[in-house]
């Protein structure tokens, strides 16, 4: 099958595309509380009616009542929008403003997500006084029909005072759920479609881990898969693999992290031969796909959110997705709209709907909760007296330690403290004038995702059972007395609750939960949040703020990203980098940068040409002069190659491999430099090098970008002539190389290549040795820099 050679991607698509986002950045930006009434409008609590949401629509901003610790200010968009800015103002005509808050969305003001800015920080930068607007961009639009600003700081002394605004568009879309058993596909117009260029988008939002989002696929071999494993999205193309030259076109990519939060998240898909860009929420991953083929050739149709029986073929192992998908776009073509409308190229398998079921969560609503503070607690009554404990809750956290629950036993038996730690739930039982029972339970629980735990104790016993595995308990048998207390404590025990009982020295727990039980009975979380029941602190209600701090990882150069609830730091150790997310470089970029800091004997050095560039630092060997610091590289070849039988048709390819440094590493000191060189010789005996004057050159070599170069040691690029030819002092004047005259004697084309932006040269190619008696010999120098670079793009040809 013919596919044609590799594309480049053309330089006018990404400028194309740039233009359209601004564009659609600058037609979205419209107000969109003030078009709302004020009953659209509500808080956690106001200080009086002056100040409330539904006065006047915040004519002077909304306070809270003194009382409220963690306040918020909700509004309830009229219809789903595309946010693409937020702003904030104090309190009029006051001494009232907030200096940061979160600011939360959600399709429901029951369940929110936190918007993270780029770094992961989920703190906006509010004002610092009460009359100037501060106004954020978004990095990236969020989809939302509500949203909510929590005030975390204020003005010293003060109070909160809050106006806002929020920036977008009203967002139309079409939607489909998909229940795990259903599918929706579209069949292409040709039964075959082959394609070099290929744009795919849609927003999905679950509560799956796992689940088949796309596919489609050709029979020799094509594909085209997106996918959910394990919370994060999983890309796969084949353009085609070859059988001849062994050339797997398989190629693969994991983005994102906790995608199964129930919030959208906005997947597109750009293609040009081999180069994609793949943008999730924002995020921008650029890949070359492996192979030789630049077109997708697929069968028939397209297929969206699971596969039947009959359609599984190479995916059999892949779940279906269950959750919700919208606006699902293949090149320029709405599916869900033709879907809709019954159009005969669609079809529907399974129970489809068109609109946006909510799933529940192991069938039971999704209502969770965030401990997000030093503070955060909660404190819901148990039934005292019992003689069985019975604790079951799910939770979700990325941090390596904290208190999940404490409770004190009736009439002073002991206490029970159950907390993470590397991973592990720790479970003490504490009895009166008795030795301590401790034991761990699970392993890899702070990995980001929900897990459940179920604890139940009595008389002599102990049942703990993670992830609902009723196949592997874990059973204690112990002497052990239970009579359960009248109050449970749960993320921790903060000072304000110490003098009540709750005095645990375990750290703060940062993470989510839901679904908590004591005492056989389900708390209402509603109610706790209405102070109804129990008492809490510092608490988000309806939100799962737990973000992976480390997807994308933004060290760079290799270090490792280590997070905490609240931030992430990077390990720079053994990378050669420094600064906090390992940016900046140990190294001088070149022999030169060491020749400045005043070393001044020959000898190995490392440098690290690009500075804070993407390759590693590496070892040059340094020769140092009065005026000059030379970085040299050294390659394998350094002896002479002797070449006998090759022809145009089957050359001789001779590889010129440097010492541990890739062909980019060593382009990154030749664009650095300020002047290179590298000495080429071949030696011939009936051996024609170039053919000039105008012939089809025998022997050339390769340099930068495996790029072909007829011209020789001491030539201009794109002359076709050796040094000889360019000093007119060749053996033959007819010819412009030594080597072309075609001689029965050994002669010699030497020189310096000096056009720094082809060098390094990487390959010798050789192909007029077939002849009886026909021999060449060649040898290939090491790279020579030196300087700063300081004219980056001219052209050297000399000292």
Same mark, same amino acid.
């Given at each position: 099958?013919?596919?044609?050679?590799?594309?480049?991607?053309?330089?006018?698509?990404?400028?194309?595309?740039?233009?359209?986002?601004?564009?659609?950045?600058?037609?979205?930006?419209?107000?969109?509380?003030?078009?709302?009434?004020?009953?659209?409008?509500?808080?956690?609590?106001?200080?009086?009616?002056?100040?409330?949401?539904?006065? *006047?629509?915040?004519?002077?901003?909304?306070?809270?009542?003194?009382?409220?610790?963690?306040?918020?200010?909700?509004?309830?968009?009229?219809?789903?929008?595309?946010?693409?800015?937020?702003?904030?103002? *104090? /309190?009029?005509?006051?001494?009232?403003?907030?200096?940061?808050?979160?600011?939360?969305?959600?399709?429901?003001?029951?369940?929110?997500?936190?918007?993270?800015?780029?770094?992961?920080?989920?703190?906006?930068?509010?004002?610092?006084?009460?009359?100037?607007?501060?106004?954020?961009?978004?990095?990236?639009?969020?989809?939302? &029909?509500?949203?909510?600003?929590?005030?975390?700081?204020?003005?010293?002394?003060?109070?909160?005072?809050?106006?806002?605004?929020?920036?977008?568009?009203?967002?139309?879309?079409?939607?489909?759920?998909?229940?795990?058993?259903?599918?929706?596909?579209?069949?292409?117009?040709?039964?075959?479609?082959?394609?070099?260029?290929?744009?795919? %988008?849609?927003?999905?939002?679950? $509560?799956?881990?796992?689940?088949?989002?796309?596919?489609?696929?050709?029979?020799?071999? !094509?594909?085209?898969?997106?996918?959910?494993?394990?919370?994060?999205?999983?890309?796969?193309?084949?353009?085609?693999?070859?059988?001849?030259?062994?050339?797997?076109?398989?190629?693969?990519?994991?983005?994102?992290?906790?995608?199964?939060?129930?919030?959208?998240? $906005?997947?597109?898909?750009?293609?040009?031969?081999?180069?994609?860009?793949?943008?999730?929420?924002?995020?921008?991953?650029?890949?070359?796909?492996?192979?030789?083929?630049?077109?997708?050739?697929?069968?028939?149709?397209?297929?969206?959110?699971?596969?039947?029986?009959?359609?599984?073929?190479?995916?059999? !192992?892949?779940?279906?997705?269950?959750?919700?998908?919208?606006?699902?776009?293949?090149?320029?073509?709405?599916?869900?709209?033709?879907?809709?409308?019954?159009?005969?190229? /669609?079809?529907?398998?399974?129970?489809?709907?068109?609109?946006?079921?909510?799933?529940?969560?192991?069938?039971?609503?999704?209502?969770?909760?965030?401990?997000?503070?030093?503070?955060?607690?909660?404190?819901?009554?148990?039934?005292?007296?019992?003689?069985?404990?019975?604790?079951?809750?799910?939770?979700?956290?990325?941090?390596? %330690?904290?208190?999940?629950?404490?409770?004190?036993?009736?009439?002073?038996?002991?206490?029970?403290?159950?907390?993470?730690?590397?991973?592990?739930?720790?479970?003490?039982?504490?009895?009166?004038?008795?030795?301590?029972?401790?034991?761990?339970?699970?392993?890899?629980?702070? !990995?980001?995702?929900?897990?459940?735990?179920?604890?139940?104790?009595?008389?002599?016993?102990?049942?703990?059972?993670?992830?609902?595995?009723?196949?592997?308990?874990?059973?204690?048998?112990?002497?052990?007395?239970?009579?359960?207390?009248?109050?449970?404590?749960?993320?921790?025990?903060?000072?304000?609750?110490?003098?009540?009982?709750?005095?645990?020295?375990?750290?703060?727990?940062?993470?989510?939960?839901?679904?908590?039980?004591?005492?056989?009975?389900?708390?209402?979380?509603?109610?706790?949040?209405?102070?109804?029941?129990? &008492?809490?602190?510092?608490?988000?209600?309806?939100?799962?703020?737990?973000? !992976?701090?480390? /997807?994308?990882?933004?060290?760079?150069?290799? *270090?490792?990203?280590?997070?905490?609830?609240?931030?992430?730091?990077?390990?720079?150790?053994?990378?050669?980098?420094?600064?906090?997310?390992?940016?900046?470089?140990?190294?001088?970029?070149?022999?030169?940068?060491?020749?400045?800091?005043?070393? &001044?004997?020959?000898?190995?050095?490392?440098?690290?040409?690009?500075?804070?560039?993407? @390759?590693?630092?590496?070892?040059?060997?340094?020769? $140092?002069?009065?005026?000059?610091?030379?970085?040299?590289?050294?390659?394998?070849?350094?002896?002479?190659?002797?070449?006998?039988?090759?022809?145009?048709?089957?050359?001789?390819?001779?590889?010129?491999?440097?010492?541990?440094?890739?062909?980019?590493?060593?382009?990154?000191?030749?664009?650095?430099?300020?002047?290179?060189?590298?000495?080429?010789?071949?030696?011939?005996?009936?051996?024609?090098?170039?053919?000039?004057?105008?012939?089809?050159?025998? @022997?050339?070599?390769?340099? &930068?970008?495996?790029?072909?170069?007829?011209?020789?040691?001491?030539?201009?690029?794109?002359?076709?002539?050796?040094?000889?030819? $360019?000093?007119?002092?060749?053996?033959?004047?007819?010819?412009?190389?030594?080597?072309?005259?075609?001689?029965?004697?050994?002669?010699?084309?030497?020189?310096?290549?000096?056009?720094?932006?082809?060098?390094?040269?990487?390959?010798?190619?050789?192909?007029?040795?077939?002849?009886?008696?026909?021999?060449?010999?060649?040898?290939?120098?090491?790279?020579?820099?030196?300087?700063?670079?300081?004219?980056?793009?001219?052209?050297?040809?000399?000292?």
């Amino acid at each position: 099958m013919d596919r044609g050679p590799r594309a480049l991607f053309p330089p006018l698509l990404p400028l194309l595309l740039l233009s359209a986002i601004s564009c659609s950045a600058e037609q979205c930006n419209e107000p969109l509380v003030a078009q709302e009434y004020s009953s659209s409008m509500t808080a956690s609590s106001y200080y009086s009616y002056s100040y409330s949401p539904s006065y *006047g629509k915040l004519h002077c901003g909304w306070s809270p009542q003194v009382s409220d610790r963690l306040p918020w200010l909700q509004i309830n968009l009229s219809q789903r929008s595309k946010i693409t800015a937020i702003a904030t103002q *104090g /309190t009029y005509n006051s001494y009232d403003w907030v200096t940061k808050y979160l600011f939360l969305y959600g399709d429901r003001p029951d369940n929110w997500t936190p918007f993270y800015q780029q770094g992961h920080n989920w703190t906006f930068a509010g004002n610092r006084n009460s009359d100037d607007v501060v106004r954020h961009e978004l990095w990236r639009p969020v989809l939302a &029909r509500s949203v909510r600003f929590v005030a975390l700081g204020w003005s010293v002394n003060r109070y909160v005072g809050f106006r806002v605004e929020v920036y977008g568009c009203h967002y139309d879309s079409d939607m489909v759920s998909f229940d795990g058993n259903s599918s929706l596909s579209y069949q292409f117009q040709d039964e075959n479609t082959r394609s070099l260029f290929d744009s795919i %988008s849609f927003n999905f939002k679950t $509560m799956a881990q796992d689940g088949l989002l796309l596919h489609s696929e050709g029979e020799e071999g !094509d594909y085209i898969t997106v996918e959910l494993q394990g919370a994060k999205l999983l890309f796969h193309i084949n353009l085609g693999s070859s059988n001849i030259h062994s050339v797997s076109g398989e190629t693969s990519i994991t983005l994102g992290s906790l995608l199964d939060d129930q919030h959208w998240h $906005m997947v597109l898909i750009e293609r040009y031969g081999q180069d994609i860009n793949i943008t999730l929420d924002g995020h921008v991953e650029r890949l070359l796909t492996n192979g030789d083929f630049d077109h997708l050739d697929l069968n028939s149709l397209i297929v969206f959110g699971g596969l039947n029986t009959t359609e599984r073929l190479r995916l059999v !192992d892949k779940p279906n997705f269950q959750g919700c998908m919208e606006n699902i776009m293949y090149n320029n073509i709405s599916i869900i709209d033709l879907a809709r409308a019954r159009y005969s190229q /669609t079809q529907t398998l399974g129970n489809i709907r068109f609109y946006c079921r909510e799933f529940l969560y192991k069938d039971r609503p999704f209502y969770p909760i965030t401990f997000a503070t030093q503070a955060s607690f909660i404190q819901v009554p148990g039934i005292p007296m019992q003689n069985q404990l019975s604790v079951n809750f799910s939770f979700r956290s990325l941090d390596t %330690s904290g208190l999940l629950l404490f409770s004190n036993f009736s009439e002073g038996l002991g206490w029970l403290e159950m907390g993470l730690s590397e991973g592990q739930i720790n479970i003490s039982f504490q009895q009166t004038g008795k030795k301590r029972l401790e034991f761990a339970a699970g392993s890899n629980l702070t !990995d980001g995702h929900w897990h459940s735990v179920q604890l139940l104790a009595r008389m002599d016993s102990v049942i703990v059972v993670i992830d609902e595995r009723e196949d592997a308990p874990i059973r204690i048998n112990h002497a052990l007395r239970v009579q359960t207390g009248d109050q449970y404590y749960f993320g921790g025990c903060p000072t304000s609750v110490r003098n009540l009982g709750c005095f645990s020295n375990v750290s703060m727990f940062h993470g989510c939960m839901q679904h908590i039980h004591v005492d056989n009975y389900l708390v209402d979380l509603e109610l706790v949040k209405r102070r109804k029941l129990g &008492r809490y602190a510092e608490m988000l209600f309806n939100t799962c703020g737990v973000a !992976d701090r480390c /997807t994308p990882n933004l060290c760079e150069h290799g *270090g490792i990203c280590l997070q905490t609830s609240d931030n992430f730091v990077c390990d720079c150790e053994r990378t050669g980098y420094t600064g906090p997310t390992c940016h900046n470089s140990f190294y001088p970029e070149s022999c030169d940068g060491y020749r400045k800091l005043g070393v &001044r004997t020959s000898g190995n050095y490392t440098i690290d040409p690009d500075g804070s560039g993407p @390759s590693r630092p590496f070892t040059v060997h340094c020769r $140092m002069t009065e005026h000059k610091a030379w970085t040299i590289v050294y390659h394998q070849q350094q002896q002479e190659v002797k070449v006998t039988g090759s022809t145009l048709d089957q050359p001789f390819v001779g590889q010129i491999k440097y010492y541990n440094n890739t062909e980019e590493e060593i382009s990154a000191i030749t664009l650095a430099a300020e002047y290179c060189e590298q000495s080429i010789s071949f030696s011939c005996y009936r051996s024609r090098l170039l053919n000039s004057p105008s012939g089809l050159p025998f @022997s050339w070599w390769l340099g &930068r970008g495996f790029e072909k170069h007829f011209y020789w040691g001491g030539a201009t690029p794109g002359s076709q002539r050796c040094a000889c030819g $360019m000093e007119k002092s060749c053996t033959d004047p007819k010819y412009f190389c030594n080597c072309d005259a075609d001689y029965r004697q050994w002669k010699t084309d030497r020189g310096l290549l000096r056009y720094r932006e082809d060098l390094p040269v990487t390959k010798v190619v050789v192909g007029d040795t077939n002849r009886s008696g026909s021999e060449a010999r060649f040898t290939v120098g090491p790279l020579r820099c030196y300087g700063d670079g300081e004219c980056p793009g001219a052209r050297w040809f000399g000292h």
